[in-house]
């Protein structure tokens, strides 16, 4: 700890998780005249994916992919769609409990040949 011109105090912290996940962290800090206490929290999202899907299909018929979601934290997911584009269809809204993968059906009917 070092007191700076303006009265405040660094105090780093390293953080290395190991895994995707929400962590708490509390930082109690105690004096002879007075007790303070940080709440920290800390979101950490796995590597970014891209991924790329292809549908192939004959015109008015339909095509699902289903699409893995693996909920690795320590919170339940819920998840809201926004689908753009035209002919695609899967459900607006999605939960993955903690430690669950549930697979999230995007659906491709084509209405014309294209």
Do not use: M
């Amino acid at each position: 700890f070092f007191l700076g011109g303006n009265d405040t105090v660094e105090f780093p912290i390293k953080f290395t998780p190991k895994y995707a996940g929400c962590y708490h962290c509390q930082i109690i800090l105690k004096s002879s005249s007075d007790i303070r206490v940080y709440e920290i929290e800390c979101v950490v999202n796995a590597d970014q994916a891209d991924a790329q899907v292809e549908f192939l299909t004959p015109a008015f018929q339909a095509v699902t992919q289903e699409i893995p979601i693996n909920n690795i934290s320590s919170e339940d997911w819920r998840f809201e769609a926004i689908l753009e584009g035209q002919c695609f269809y899967g459900p607006p809204v999605i939960n993955v409990p903690v430690g669950e993968t549930v697979q999230y059906p995007l659906t491709f009917k084509p209405v014309a040949e294209s």
